[in-house]
T-cell receptor, first 112, second 110 residues
Framework: NAGVTQTPKFRILKIGQSMTLQCTQD?????MYWYRQDPGMGLKLIYY???????DKGEVPNGYNVSRSTTEDFPLRLELAAPSQTSVYFC???????????FGEGSRLTVL | QKEVEQDPGPLSVPEGAIVSLNCTYSNSAFQYFMWYRQYSRKGPELLMY????GNKEDGRFTAQVDKSSKYISLFIRDSQPSDSATYLC??????????FGSGTKLNVKP
């Protein structure tokens, strides 16, 4: 069972570069989320989606963009990377009507 | 004020000990309460999920919610080295947004 798959697992970016973190799920979940996790800070919601074509901002959306063209995929775009975006990024999905989030294994991003 | 506050630890206990992990939350509208377990360099996974005040038991784990004091707890009985992980409490009042505590790192020593 693949579940939620994130790529890449690790990436080093230079300041000002852009990149896309990929997330795909094979559970046919409508709801998908992007979180960032900084040491000692817990998980902060960046963006979420309630279905294909529908996205909304979370707590910390600045510097990021998302799109949701299919149920399976929810990529996160970083434009003009900054050192403050150094973090571990987690993608998650859930079935409607339940509170259980299924997380990917994370993407570790360093901006130098 | 943060939506959910959690003592970051770390917490170190001997094998077999009873572990108590705690969180407080600020918004009385929060209805659903969860505990996630996160092993090092892995994504969180759901451990316990409860809706109402009171206790919910699953094997060695008990989740407790006191809505009057906005306090949630996770108890682990007969702790094992395999329980060593970071435990995150979480809550929400609609299913779109989940608010997480900062996590408590637990180490169970053999």
């Amino acid at each position: 069972n693949a579940g939620v798959t994130q790529t890449p697992k690790f990436r080093i970016l230079k300041i000002g570069q852009s990149m896309t973190l990929q997330c795909t799920q094979d559970m046919n979940h409508n709801y998908m989320y992007w979180y960032r996790q900084d040491p000692g800070m817990g998980l902060k919601l960046i963006y979420y989606s309630v279905g294909a074509g529908i996205t909304d901002k979370g707590e910390v959306p600045n510097g990021y963009n998302v799109s949701r063209s299919t149920t399976e995929d929810f990529p996160l775009r970083l434009e003009l990377a900054a050192p403050s975006q150094t973090s571990v990024y987690f993608c998650a999905s859930r079935q409607g009507g339940t509170g259980e989030l299924f997380f990917g294994e994370g993407s570790r991003l360093t901006v130098l | 004020q943060k939506e959910v506050e959690q003592d970051p630890g770390p917490l170190s206990v001997p094998e077999g000990a009873i572990v108590s992990l705690n969180c407080t939350y600020s918004n009385s509208a929060f209805q659903y309460f969860m505990w996630y377990r996160q092993y090092s360099r892995k994504g969180p996974e759901l451990l316990m999920y409860t809706y109402s005040s009171g206790n919910k038991e699953d094997g060695r784990f008990t989740a407790q919610v006191d809505k009057s004091s906005k306090y949630i707890s996770l108890f682990i009985r007969d702790s094992q080295p395999s329980d060593s992980a970071t435990y995150l409490c979480a809550t929400n009042y609609n299913f779109n947004k989940f608010y997480f505590g900062s996590g408590t790192k637990l180490n169970v020593k053999p």
